[in-house]
């Protein structure tokens, strides 16, 4: 008997749904299953992990918090790895962003207001996709890779963060610690009564909405779908793969950014060192989790803000080092990346003669 | 300058080279054969815990080496398995494969932490390497010599190996490859095992030579350095050993800069320096359109045969 | 390995985070105390001291106390979660132990007003919030002291990670003291801009090394300097911790962080009921700051000048940052006599004159 690959001729939708929640529960069933082998309560584990965030309303504004950045930033990416662009310097641009809106609140001073906001916010955006437009000029002009030169960005970003934390942007009321000055109350985003959930987190869920209709609906979604596809296709369609890396190497940036800089003045309101914390990073695996696809990242935005919170209190609960959690984030990218083939393949089993024999 | 402090700053390149070369070289093989494996920092890290672990344990560096390439080569069979056998996203898989790395060298280096092992410098007797300019050429650990010869090797291999040409047609053209015959995925899997064995041997020269010591995430993003090698070396062996010192010399200038006062910029601008350099002159090398003519035309792209 | 069918999991998954819901509600015995650290327990450096003194809790008030920690917590938002997470807990006092908790930790605490926390480095304080850190700088100035007597150069090296005072303080003190000993010595500075960094903090090492330092110093986490000084035969000085293990020769003695006793005596008032928001910052006459045991290869005099400074500050009568004080550019910034204040020191950003850097 042998197995057999066919490709089907639209990806099965079925099995584009089932796959990551399968991805999730055998993660959840091998956590269970490797942790007892290794000495910890696995059940235990794996329910803090998985489950407690959700169960416990408490939990829930954490859980929001945490997903809002990674979504954000992941509904960029993703437009652009479905035009087989692969920016992976979003840490970077989300910095950047931070930081450009951080400028805008220093210029105003005292001044504040919804006016003032939006446009730090605008700042952040332009920022972050200015920073990933540098890429975007390497690959079309020079024909330079744009994983290494973003990703090498990301370091200079975070130099850049350093020198203006440290130097010209300085809290002068800050004991010569490198931060910027907290940001007045009138500069920082509105938050829900009674909790800590800002409004960016409103963005974050309806932006995925946004980037569907625009994916699913417009005539520059398909042009990325086709140019990701099918790059001679897209020749002969007339439409420019360079127009294409420039629009969502831009727009993915500018995503980051907008992360940064909503983190930035709805959650942490001043700038140091610590800022930047991987969220680019993270939003890369959350991207793929959602496959590539603006709902999935939403959802998968959730999942992943699920493990990062029941990850840190399971530290607590049943003593797991906080490694593991990213062995858990791993583990999920990997079932998710090897259950891909069913859902442009169908499997068939043939028996052949050489198994009979 | 006086002789001795160049060599001596020579020896400081060599230290902040060797393990990029390593895995860069082994990272411009997986490539030639038409794959992209953005593990490389997970595959160090693996390769740092287990030729540090093996060390601890048969107080013998040199099955420690052997270690460090088991254990990055065992942890690329993870990425070839996917991408090889399922067709999984390279880019995806790769990076799975980098946050698995730090995640299992962390845990397996819970129990080493704050031990030491005796650090695997030269094997040398001791009168060949005092005077300094013979230090320059006796003084370093066997890991350097077995990099820097491993760059002639591997051109050799590529060039003039039957081998060698079958690993290239494959990542040229593997359609062809698999018509004429040849096993695309076995070719792949072999490349994609020796980019995770030198990667790892990479990560040891952390653990067991510049600091004889386990410490989480302790290769602080050197794998990122020898992906970009590859690109910046046009895939050629040559000039990745030329791209790696490049980068060295970089980074050990702006540790001099910083200890000599050089204060007329700020510190961070320093730092920034060797990435910022590694992007201008992967434009210029990029712009000349010879890095493009080199790059293996399957590079990144599923292998998928019709029949 | 068992059995699961889909019933029993669902059965199971409620009972559990029935019984996570219902533990902090649960009569409890024993107080909890909390502790948020920044790198792993094992990182042998800050964590692993702090984490040291999290288990001398345990030791002395076993019977009473019961401590939980959070290890590799971010220096950002997602702090928050966590020290709301342990105040939910029920812990009573909670120890964050990094600078970069400082607003996160007086946010949480705005929420839990009958919790105490209690931030390390930090300088926000609130009617639950209490701040402690440790004269480091009065370690660095015995450090000075011996490698000012010991150096044969004159040139000594000091590996920093950031430009905050804590390690300028360090520079500063580590310098002066040096120049006592041998008033032309200068102190090279390296700041890698990061706090761990293994290959780097080792690559500085040569550098410093080779640009003439004889002893180098470390203001990084990591033991990888010591091992570079081990295999150059030359010397230098564990941080934070007794790091004699990692270079048995190059190790002259280490400045140890020890939060054992101020944690205690913490816990202590808060379980009789006399905790206050305080600021605290001791060193070595309350036993925060101590010198591990001077190695074989530390001369007799170095010794004896180096235990004059650590009696001097056990006795209140040494202060190392006592006039005349010149800064880089020569200029006299401490008048003969004068002392700079504690309020100062916590804000110093000027290098004192014999120091050379790059910022």
Redesign the interface.
């Given at each position: 008997m042998r197995i057999k690959l066919e490709k089907r001729r639209e990806p099965s939708m079925a099995m584009l749904v089932i796959t990551p929640v399968a991805s999730v529960l055998l993660t959840m069933?091998i956590g269970i299953?490797v942790f007892d082998l290794i000495g910890i309560k696995g059940?235990?584990a794996v329910?803090?992990i998985f489950?407690?965030p959700l169960?416990?309303s408490?939990?829930w504004q954490?859980v929001a918090?945490?997903a809002a950045p990674l979504i954000i930033i992941a509904l960029g990416l993703s437009m652009g790895n479905r035009a087989q662009v692969w920016n992976i310097g979003a840490e970077g641009q989300y910095v950047i962003g931070a930081l450009c809106s951080a400028g805008v609140g220093i210029a105003f001073g005292a001044a504040g207001g919804f006016f003032v906001i939006l446009l730090m916010v605008l700042a952040g955006m332009i920022g972050g996709g200015a920073w990933a437009a540098i890429p975007a000029v390497l690959r079309t002009r020079y024909n330079v890779n744009e994983i290494l030169s973003s990703l090498m960005l990301t370091y200079v970003a975070l130099?850049v963060l350093?020198y203006l934390v440290?130097g010209p942007w300085k809290d002068p009321n800050g004991?010569?610690?490198?931060a910027t000055a907290?940001l007045i109350d009138a500069q920082t985003l509105p938050v829900w009564p009674g909790s800590?959930v800002h409004l960016g987190v409103l963005v974050a869920l309806v932006l995925p909405f946004v980037f569907w209709v625009i994916m699913a609906r417009s005539e520059f979604g398909y042009q990325v779908r086709v140019v990701g596809s099918s790059p001679t296709a897209a020749r002969h369609g007339g439409f420019d793969s360079r127009r294409t890396i420039w629009a969502t190497l831009i727009i993915g940036g500018a995503m980051a950014g907008l992360a940064g800089s909503l983190?930035f003045t709805g959650?942490?309101?001043?700038i140091?060192?610590?800022?930047p914390?991987?969220y680019g990073f993270t939003a890369i695996i959350v991207a793929f989790l959602g496959r590539l696809n603006p709902i999935g990242c939403l959802i998968a935005g959730i999942v992943l803000a699920v493990t990062?919170?029941g990850g840190?209190?399971a530290?607590?609960?049943v003593h797991i080092?906080?490694?593991t959690a990213g062995i858990f984030q791993a583990m999920m990218l990997f079932f998710i990346l090897a259950s891909d083939i069913l859902v442009r393949y169908r499997v068939r089993i043939i028996p052949s003669a050489k198994a009979v024999a | 300058m006086s002789l001795d402090?160049i060599i001596?700053?020579i020896?400081?390149v060599v230290?902040?080279t060797t393990?990029i070369l390593l895995a860069g070289l082994g990272e411009l093989v997986v490539e030639k054969s038409g794959v992209l494996n953005l593990g490389v920092e997970g595959m160090m890290l693996v390769g740092a815990i287990s030729g540090f672990g093996v060390t601890v344990f048969t107080f013998n560096p040199w099955l420690g080496v052997l270690g460090a390439a088991a254990g990055g080569a065992a942890a690329s069979m993870l990425f070839a398995v996917l991408v090889l056998q399922l067709n999984s996203n390279q880019v995806a898989t790769g990076l799975a494969l980098t946050i698995f790395g730090t995640g299992l060298s962390?845990l397996l280096g819970?129990s080493f932490?704050?031990r030491?092992i005796v650090?695997f410098?030269s094997v040398f007797p001791d009168w060949l390497a005092k005077d300094p300019v013979w230090r320059l050429f006796f003084g370093h650990s066997p890991i350097v010599y077995f990099a820097i010869l491993m760059i002639p090797l591997t051109s050799w291999f590529l060039k003039s190996t039957r081998a060698g040409l079958i690993l290239r047609a494959v990542g040229e053209n593997d359609l062809s490859a698999h018509s004429i015959g040849y096993s695309v995925v076995g070719v792949r899997y072999a490349a994609i095992a020796f980019g995770g064995a030198m990667a790892g041997i990479g990560g040891c020269y952390?653990s067991m030579v510049?600091?004889?010591?386990w410490?989480?995430?302790?290769?602080?993003g050197?794998g990122w350095i020898a992906l970009a090698l590859v690109v910046f070396a046009g895939w050629r062996t040559g000039r990745l050993l030329a791209g790696a010192y490049f980068f060295g010399i970089l980074?050990?200038l702006e540790?001099?800069?910083?200890?000599?006062?050089?204060?007329f910029?700020?510190?961070?601008f320093?730092?920034a320096m060797p990435y910022a350099m590694t992007v201008v002159a992967l434009s210029f090398i990029s712009s000349r359109g010879t890095a493009g003519a080199n790059a293996p035309a399957c590079l990144g792209k599923p292998f998928l045969p019709s029949s | 390995?068992t059995k699961?069918s889909r019933r029993t999991l669902f059965k199971?998954?409620g009972a559990?985070?029935l019984a996570?819901?219902a533990s902090p509600a649960l009569a409890e015995d024993k107080v909890k105390v909390?502790f948020i650290f920044l790198g792993?327990i094992?990182?042998?450096g800050w964590t692993w001291a702090h984490n040291k003194g999290r288990m001398q809790i345990d030791t002395e008030l076993g019977d009473k106390v019961e401590t939980?920690?959070?290890?590799?917590?971010?220096?950002?938002?997602?702090a928050?979660?966590?020290i709301?997470?342990?105040a939910?807990?029920g812990c009573k006092l909670i120890f964050t132990t990094s600078?970069?908790y400082m607003?996160q930790t007086v946010q949480v605490a705005g929420e839990f007003p009958d919790v105490k926390f209690e931030h390390c480095t930090g300088?926000k304080r609130a009617d639950n919030v209490a701040t402690y850190n440790s004269k480091f700088h009065e370690g660095r100035a015995v450090l000075g002291t011996i490698a000012g007597k010991l150096s044969k150069s004159g040139v000594l090296?000091y590996l920093g990670s950031?430009?905050?005072?804590e390690v300028?303080l360090g520079v500063n003190s580590f310098a002066l003291a040096a120049q006592k000993q041998n008033p032309a010595a200068t102190v090279?500075?390296?700041?890698?801009?990061?706090w761990?960094?293994?290959?780097?903090?080792?690559?500085?090492t040569?550098?410093?090394?080779?640009?003439g330092c004889d002893i180098v110093t470390t203001h990084t986490d990591?033991?990888?300097p010591l091992?570079?000084l081990e295999?150059k035969g030359l010397h230098g000085f564990g941080q934070g911790a007794d790091m004699s293990?990692?270079a048995p020769n190059a190790h002259l003695t280490a400045i140890e962080d020890i939060w054992g006793p101020y944690y205690v005596e913490r816990t202590k008032a808060l379980l009789d009921g006399s905790w206050k928001s305080i600021d605290t910052w001791d060193g070595f006459k309350e036993g925060t700051v101590v010198i591990s045991a001077y190695s074989k290869d530390v001369t007799p005099e170095a010794a004896a000048e180096a235990d004059k400074v650590q009696a001097g500050y056990k006795a209140g009568t040494y202060n190392i940052f006592t006039g005349p004080i010149y800064d880089q550019t020569g200029a006299l910034k401490v008048k003969e006599g004068d002392v700079i204040a504690d309020a100062d020191l916590?804000?110093?950003?000027w290098f004192v004159k014999g120091v050379?850097?790059?910022?």
């Open positions: 069933l299953v059940f235990k329910v803090d489950l407690s169960l416990a408490y939990k954490d918090l945490k130099q350093g440290g004991r010569n610690f490198p907290p800590t983190e959650v942490l309101h001043k140091d060192l610590g800022f914390s991987g990062y919170v840190q209190m530290q607590t609960s080092p906080n490694s | 402090f001596a700053a020896i400081t230290g902040l393990p962390s819970l932490t704050g030491i650090p410098l952390f510049i600091t004889p010591m410490a989480e995430k302790m290769t602080a050197r980074m050990a540790l001099y800069a910083k200890a000599s006062g050089f204060s910029l700020p510190s961070q320093w730092a | 390995m699961i199971g998954a559990a985070s996570a819901l909390g792993p094992g990182d042998y939980i920690y959070v290890e590799n917590v971010a220096e950002d938002a997602s928050i979660p966590v709301r997470d342990l939910q807990q600078y970069g607003d300088f090296g950031y430009k905050v005072p300028v090279k500075l390296v700041m890698i801009d990061s761990f960094d293994p290959p780097k903090e080792a690559a500085a040569e550098t410093l090394i080779n640009l990591s033991p990888g091992q570079i295999q293990t990692f916590a804000v110093m950003d050379e850097s790059a910022s």
